[in-house]
């Protein structure tokens, strides 16, 4: 669907003037926001850095101005090039969320799971009862593998993998391995350059053509739109590919609507017409690339622009015509979105994208590549996640997961012993699987398990089995409602950390600017007191520290490749301001060294095979539909995942979930907008209001994922396990084929 006459409009590159209470602050600091650490000015403000932790491309350095040890508004630092002084409406949310009177204010127990009944404990009391409930397991089974951890990205400073680390220093223990967000996506660029690496997202204005494939920037990434104006301003065409007509393809000079895990087929549809026109870089495959001729049968045998058009949805002509354009780019880019790979087919399909990238000679080009995600500046010391399990630690032995053998021997073997790994993505299932010894006790850290994980019924009926369930959180969100104690923990503002992007190349500080409120504690803090405790009962049945200053554990992340990429002399020059990586190239594989076996990038893949897969980047059917609407069940503007939406600023703007159904599909079922409606399938069903709209196909129904404060609202209700086809090479656990889900809808 091409946008006919799109005015070409002078987009402004920096950020909005700042109010009052902005300018009077600049004026206290040595710098423009501050010099850090808290020097007073004459209009009585501190100013601090911070690194917004949440899960997030943009993962903005920002700072903090605090008046009478009070956080009295937040901004984006103007050094960082990406963040440019400005947030988007979540980071602007901060404030309120710290101080929210929902905040969870001390330790609790709770007199019955899901009763809603709390009882309020001191910490020692809370700890004393979490310790003798360890070494209880611990006594019964002769190993602490009935204690599981199931921690992700609710926070992703770098001290909060502490929590991996405090189970560490207890012993061998259970945990819930891989990610839900992007492992099929990492094994494929794996399999294909050896590693995942992108380019500098503040290239794209060197992009003369740009195809956002799955990506939502405009409510997901909002820096990023930035650099695509400016791409766009000096003449880049941009293409958006998704099932949804979003704010992002509004923008768009041209947007294609393909059919929901059938990517694959109108890449390769692409890729078929690109060898027919002899538009490929030979000389760039030949002095780069292995496997291409393999790659080139494959598409002669198996693939045409027809079969790519009825597959995809999109017609033969406009996959010709995008294939052409993108060919003849100099350079050319695909954004590939995290949600377009949550298909059981989804790794192939970042392959197919992988190969139409490398086959036009873009990767290693600045303003081009293929751009899924990075970890190169994520070489800290990880020293809170290292910590040494007691001498006499018991656990699994041969292979990390299900597979291996559980060994009750005395301790000659100890260094072949390991923690028990399961997957993260079925987390009900394996913990209603788990025997000899089953879970008993479970340590939520960093995430709302019964609003995330899915199958929520499923979930449900596991922690029925659990015996002790404890949560470390700042709201009482729909985990908590379950939990038998909750611990309440730190915002941003109230501990010391660090954090880097899984984007772009900057990297922040982040400052304590406030004493904790109520009796918060962060999670190394958490840590050392539940060590304290273990000690005093059962010397030597803890190596966690038992005193912590959170600032001197932040330092210790530092090492001198940190400080080399970064270019500082020591960790306080971020105190100055946000650092970016020196980097020789703004584009990935500059070099063309890929990290693959052969050292070149591989259309074939022999790798790839061994761990089950096609070797080529071959085409892999989608999940059958069980129902008669896909499901989707993506991001919202107002939320990362469950958080943000339950503060009430948010809820002002968005104070209710919806379901987007097509009008013709409402006719068919007598649905009005408005009109309140349950979506059902296998899994269970959720009761919302139904909206009509035309961005989304006849045959589809959307509704974003949050957890809304008072409602019973839960898109995980519909959401079952189904995993994706790649993940486990890298992450230890498949992927999860959360866009493979199907449901029925009618007026409720």
Request: net charge neutral; charged share 20%; with cysteine.
């Amino acid at each position: 669907m091409t946008k006919p006459g799109r005015p070409r409009i002078q987009r402004a590159l920096t950020p909005a003037r700042p109010h009052q209470a902005v300018a009077d602050a600049a004026q206290d600091s040595p710098s423009e926001f501050g010099g850090g650490g808290g020097q007073i000015g004459k209009n009585g403000y501190q100013t601090f850095r911070h690194a917004c932790p949440r899960n997030c491309y943009d993962t903005c350095s920002m700072v903090s101005y605090v008046k009478d040890g009070v956080v009295q508004f937040v901004e984006g630092a103007s050094e960082s090039t990406f963040t440019r002084g400005g947030l988007c409406v979540k980071g602007y949310s901060y404030v309120r969320q710290t101080y929210s009177p929902d905040r969870i204010k001390y330790p609790m127990e709770q007199q019955g799971r899901g009763s809603g009944k709390w009882k309020r404990l001191s910490w020692d009391q809370a700890i004393d009862k979490i310790a003798r409930k360890i070494l209880d397991i611990k006594q019964r089974d002769n190993s602490l593998l009935g204690l599981a951890l199931t921690k992700y990205s609710g926070n992703f400073g770098i001290t909060n993998y502490g929590v991996e680390g405090m189970m560490s220093s207890l012993g061998y223990t259970t945990r819930m391995v891989g990610t839900p967000c992007w492992a099929a996506g990492i094994d494929a660029q794996n399999f294909d350059m050896g590693s995942m690496l992108c380019n500098d997202p503040e290239d794209l204005p060197q992009a003369r053509y740009i195809i956002l494939w799955g990506a939502n920037p405009a409510w997901c990434s909002v820096h990023s739109m930035r650099f695509i104006f400016a791409a766009q301003d000096a003449g880049a065409k941009l293409l958006v590919i998704d099932p949804v007509f979003t704010q992002t393809a509004a923008k768009a000079d041209e947007y294609l609507q393909v059919i929901p895990g059938e990517d694959g087929a109108l890449a390769l549809g692409m890729c078929r017409h690109i060898l027919d026109q002899g538009l490929h870089d030979k000389e760039w495959i030949a002095s780069h690339a292995l496997g291409f001729d393999d790659f080139a049968a494959y598409l002669r045998a198996n693939v045409t622009v027809e079969w790519a058009a009825q597959s995809s949805g999109v017609p033969a002509s406009q996959i010709r015509m995008i294939a052409e354009e993108f060919a003849r780019a100099r350079p050319a880019t695909i954004w590939i979105g995290t949600g377009m790979q949550r298909h059981v087919n989804g790794g192939s399909s970042v392959r197919i994208l992988d190969a139409l990238v490398a086959m036009t000679g873009n990767i290693g080009k600045p303003g081009g590549g293929v751009r899924y995600g990075h970890l190169h500046t994520w070489g800290f010391n990880f020293h809170a996640m290292s910590q040494k399990p007691p001498k006499d630690s018991k656990g699994w032995r041969g292979p990390s997961g299900p597979k291996g053998e559980f060994d009750f021997a005395d301790g000659s073997g100890q260094s072949e012993y390991s923690d028990r790994a399961l997957n993260i993505n079925k987390t009900a299932q394996e913990i209603l699987d788990a025997t000899d010894p089953p879970i008993r006790m479970l340590w939520v850290a960093c995430k709302n398990v019964l609003s995330q994980d899915f199958d929520r019924p499923k979930m449900l009926k596991a922690f029925d089995k659990l015996e002790l369930i404890v949560v470390a959180e700042q709201f009482f969100n729909q985990t908590v409602e379950q939990a038998d104690i909750v611990l309440p923990v730190t915002t941003l503002f109230e501990e010391w950390t660090v954090n880097a992007s899984f984007w772009h190349y900057w990297l922040s500080i982040n400052e304590q600017a406030i004493k904790p409120l109520h009796e918060a504690r962060s999670d190394l803090q958490i840590a050392a007191a539940l060590s304290k405790r273990m000690n005093e009962l059962a010397p030597g049945s803890c190596t966690f520290a038992t005193e912590i200053d959170s600032k001197e554990w932040t330092i210790r992340e530092f090492n001198q490749n940190i400080y080399d990429l970064f270019g500082l002399s020591s960790w306080e020059d971020l105190r100055k301001g946000p650092a970016k990586a020196k980097l020789t190239s703004s584009a990935a594989w500059a070099d063309h060294r890929f990290a693959t076996p052969s050292g070149k990038y591989e259309f074939h893949s022999e790798l790839c095979a061994e761990n089950g897969h096609d070797a080529l980047p071959a085409y892999k059917e989608g999940r059958k539909p069980y129902d008669k609407f896909r499901l989707l069940t993506p991001h919202s503007k107002f939320a990362i995942h469950s958080q943000f939406q339950n503060l009430d600023w948010m809820a002002e703007f968005n104070p209710a979930p919806c379901v987007y159904i097509h009008p013709s599909a409402a006719t068919e079922r007598n649905i009005a907008d408005g009109d309140p409606v349950r979506v059902f399938n296998k899994v269970g069903e959720v009761r919302l209001t139904a909206r009509l709209t035309t961005n989304v196909p006849p045959d589809t129904l959307l509704m974003y994922e949050a957890w809304y404060k008072g409602l019973d609202f839960n898109c995980q209700n519909l959401v079952d396990d189904t995993a994706a086809d790649m993940g486990a090479y890298k992450t230890g656990a498949p992927g999860v084929a959360i866009h493979d889900q199907f449901a029925d809808v009618a007026r409720a």
